[in-house]
């Protein structure tokens, strides 16, 4: 097979300037992904987790969505929350752009949230002396060179903010089974055997890295972040027959299907997207739990402590041992 510069199979693009779609053809995005059904079902399930862990903490008033495009997640929380405010952080200026619109159209006071053009790591330092209780990182690591430095480096700015992280992911295992339903054989054996692939996206043919939902649980673990909540994103939807996704009786099944599965034990890692939220122990308000002594501090902050790369068997049993 021939091979681009990147060392990729011809015909799929380097991985920076896919990157960049969000900023050259950000309608690509906002109408893939959230112009049909399954982007109402992917808010409808966010909003579910998250709205009950605001309403649980009163003082939580500040979110800082990191990678977020358009922002449906963030302007939808403030809608229903007008007591919350937002920092918005994308690098695409097109898509804040968009969000911005977005807002006025919902009638939320433009006082109540920040757009920053940065980008990730970049804009941590800028952000260290400001308020922030919750961090929304939705399907933003999947699409940098780097996924596993990302996590390391959110997981710092975790600890240094204090603040809790709603974090969602592409998962290989949704991946591989999608595309098995594609007949893409190839691409599924790819997901399944490696825990931080490079394939195809829905976008056009730009790539992306789905990464093993128990290798980021295993990151999270070994950095000595609290797992509250894990559960999978459109865990069956995209599975349905097309027919399905144009008829409301069957569109209201799979919603159903998706409330009654997408938090168990057994069915959450085989969403499209994974959502963990997860603090650290070290935060400023975090304690440190008796689990602590199982690990040598000094190297917690270290991507280089991690044995990597671990195949997912391994990942599968250090993530399930901590469940
Ligand atoms: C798939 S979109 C997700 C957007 C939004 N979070 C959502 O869930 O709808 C990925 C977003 O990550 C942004 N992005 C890519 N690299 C980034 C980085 N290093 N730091 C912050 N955002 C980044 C892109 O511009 C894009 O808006």
């Known amino acids: ?69 358009h922002a449906p997640m963030t302007l939808e929380l403030l809608k229903q929350r007008p007591n919350l405010r937002a920092i918005l952080v994308d690098p695409s200026a097109e898509l804040l752009r968009s969000a911005e619109e ?15 053009v940065d980008s990730v790591p970049g804009v941590f330092p800028k952000l260290m002396r400001t308020r922030i209780d919750l961090i929304l990182c939705h399907a933003v690591v999947n699409w940098v060179d780097e996924p596993v430095s990302f996590l390391h480096d959110l997981v710092d700015f975790c600890e240094a903010t204090g603040a809790d992280v709603s974090l969602v992911f592409g998962s290989t295992i949704g991946k591989a089974l999608r595309f098995v339903r594609n007949g893409s054989l190839t691409e599924a054996l790819n997901s399944a055997q490696t825990v ?7 976008l056009g043919d730009h790539q992306v890295r789905p990464l093993d939902p128990d290798y980021v649980a295993y990151i ?4 000595a972040c609290r797992l509250h909540l894990k559960a999978g994103v459109r865990v069956f939807a995209d599975l349905a027959p097309p027919g399905c996704m144009d008829n409301e009786h069957d569109l209201a099944k799979l919603a159903a299907l998706e409330r009654a599965t997408r ?8 969403g499209q997207l994974v959502h963990f939220v997860f603090s650290s122990q070290f935060g400023l308000q975090g304690e440190m739990s008796a689990q602590l002594s199982l690990f040598d501090s000094s190297q917690l902050s270290s991507p280089d402590a991690l044995p990597a790369p671990v195949t997912p068997e391994e990942s599968f049993e250090a993530a399930t041992a901590i469940e």
Not at 102 to 116: D, N, T, Y
Not at 263 to 270: E, N
């Open 196 to 202: 931080v692939p490079q394939v195809p996206s829905l």
């Open 263 to 270: 938090r168990r034990r057994s069915y959450w890692r085989l």
């Open 1 to 69: 097979m021939r091979r681009n510069r990147d060392n990729q199979p011809d015909g799929m693009l380097p991985f920076e300037e896919t990157s960049s779609v969000f900023k050259h053809d950000p309608e690509l995005f906002t109408q893939t992904i959230y112009g049909g059904a399954l982007g109402n079902l992917r808010i409808a399930s966010l909003l579910s987790d998250l709205l009950p862990w605001i309403d649980a903490r009163p003082d939580l008033t500040t979110i800082l969505d990191l990678g977020a495009g």
């Open 102 to 116: 977005r807002q006025a159209s919902l009638g939320i006071p433009a006082a109540s949230v920040e757009r920053i």
């Open 220 to 223: 999270l673990h070994k950095r």
